[in-house]
């Protein structure tokens, strides 16, 4: 067996586990298992968005950039 089908094999383990060690817990656990899913979803979305705000600024100053150059190359050739 390749180490793809034992890593594969081990996650479908695990997650298996976790099922499982989740339907047999507390409903206070199970709400606190939901409320850190919750909490990472939130932290990624937030990570997410500022990246892609971050991607826009970056393209914003690049495009002003070239206008900027193209604005300088006509003027050359106009003059």
């Known amino acids: 067996m390749g180490n793809k089908a034992k890593g594969l094999l081990a996650l479908l383990g695990l997650g298996a586990l976790a099922y499982w060690k989740y339907k047999n817990s507390t409903p206070e656990e199970q709400q606190a298992v ?3 899913i919750n909490n990472a979803k939130d932290n990624l979305n937030k990570w997410g968005n500022d990246l892609k ?27």
């Open 53 to 79: 705000d971050k991607a826009n600024n970056v393209t914003s100053q690049v495009q002003e950039k070239a206008d900027e150059l193209k604005n300088k190359v006509q003027e050359t050739y106009n003059n």
């Open 34 to 36: 939901k409320d850190k």
